[in-house]
């Protein structure tokens, strides 16, 4: 693990990773068991397009934590289980191609991820990538 690649971070960076988590979670979940006649949810697509590593170290007390991409991701993975019949598009974007490549090393490593799930990596300006 090359750990130069790692940003430090403080307490309130940490608290927006879980903030963000928590509202992709509760979104997904609601977007994925919408199911009424006339709208059938085919699944969701989740755009990362500053991902950085997906690690950081806590600056008070320097672990090693996941930042907002392996904090999303894991959660995901949840939701592709229990929504089999749907499917889930992450796209995965850094202007650092080394960053991204750390980050898809660890959730290769880390996740076992379901056939209803696809991550997409790319490494551009995030501007260029969003259009």
Excluded at 44 to 58: A, R
């Amino acid at each position: 693990m090359d750990c130069s690649l790692l940003d430090e971070v403080s307490y309130h960076t940490i608290q927006k990773f879980d903030l963000i988590r928590d509202y992709v979670v509760g979104w997904s979940e609601k977007i994925m068991h919408f199911n009424p006649t006339e709208y059938n949810c085919k699944g969701i697509i989740y755009i990362d397009c500053m991902c950085n590593c997906g690690e950081y170290i806590n600056k008070k007390n320097g672990e090693i934590i996941d930042g907002t991409s392996l904090k999303v991701i894991e959660k995901l993975i949840i939701v592709a289980h229990q929504c089999v019949n749907k499917s889930i598009e992450i796209y995965f974007n850094d202007i650092s191609a080394e960053r991204v490549n750390y980050l898809k090393n660890r959730i290769e490593k880390r996740f076992k991820i379901p056939t209803n799930m696809n991550i997409y990596y790319s490494s551009e300006d995030a501007s260029r990538f969003l259009e």
